[in-house]
């Protein structure tokens, strides 16, 4: 696809939190016409400073565009917005849902849409630092190739299958990243009760198979809220009989006052 001519196309990106404002400002950046929402509007500022337009509504916001992506916190968020904005989507608009909200609420959406409208679901792996340079990896459900421009400034795609698929697959990996640090949480707790220095068992840890999970733990410029690990575990334990999973779920769950900070206070 010539790249030039496709980012003439008309963008919309609903949902300005810690992934979606650096994702949305990679496309800006990239010269795409971009028309943003989000909830608390005043989240936008960055982006209005660099030549985007605040849409009022949902509906506004995708009313005349080519191409809709929205990154949102929950299937609640998901499906709130989707009655707000497939009403005003038109025939051969693109919507790419970068949330992660499962494949049974992906399938939903995708049955609600109108004729001629496709949706891709799009959820990624990768923090805030990924998002920002373009680096996250897009698990994606269906036909990418006419969004593939949109797509490749976000990051690498794996395609997955059919509707639903990608969102299936990022189940099954951020359900083995959160289990994983909450395995070198319960590590180094043990550390700690037999008088090991931390920094031997972080050292000693990362040199095993939780080797991905120590530099999770010990990352800066990642922030994946508590709150958010524990609603995918929620996503992933209501799907099939995962007794660990509960576990995490419960251990996440334990300390309120963490829900708001990034995954990796769990083991401090």
Do not use: Q
């Amino acid at each position: 696809m010539d790249t030039t001519a496709s980012a003439s196309r008309k963008t919309a990106f609903l949902g300005l939190g810690s992934m979606g404002l650096p994702m949305a400002r990679r496309l800006l950046d990239a010269g795409y016409p971009l028309t943003v929402w989000n909830r608390t509007a005043a989240k936008a500022a960055p982006l209005l400073d660099a030549g985007a337009v605040l849409a009022e509504t949902p509906a506004d916001a995708v009313r005349d565009a080519d191409v809709v992506i929205t990154m949102l916190a929950d299937p609640a968020a998901a499906r709130a917005v989707a009655g707000l904005l497939v009403p005003a989507l038109r025939p051969g608009t693109h919507w790419i849902d970068t949330s992660t909200i499962g494949p049974d609420a992906t399938r939903e959406l995708a049955a609600r849409l109108p004729e001629g409208v496709t949706l891709i679901d799009a959820p990624v792996m990768g923090s805030v630092d990924r998002a920002a340079a373009g680096e996250l990896l897009i698990l994606a459900g269906g036909d990418t190739a006419p969004v593939a421009d949109v797509l490749a400034r976000l990051g690498t795609v794996t395609a997955c299958g059919g509707p639903g698929d990608g969102a299936a697959l990022k189940l099954v990996l951020i359900n083995a990243a959160i289990g994983g640090v909450a395995l070198v949480a319960e590590s180094l707790a043990l550390a700690d009760a037999l008088g090991l220095p931390r920094d031997l068992a972080l050292r000693t840890l990362g040199a095993g198979p939780l080797g991905g999970a120590v530099g999770r733990v010990t990352a800066t410029g990642s922030h994946f809220p508590v709150a958010l690990a524990a609603k995918d575990v929620a996503l992933a334990t209501g799907t099939a009989e995962l007794p660990l999973l509960e576990t995490v779920h419960r251990f996440l769950l334990a300390d309120p006052s963490l829900s708001g900070e990034d995954l990796a206070s769990v083991a401090r």
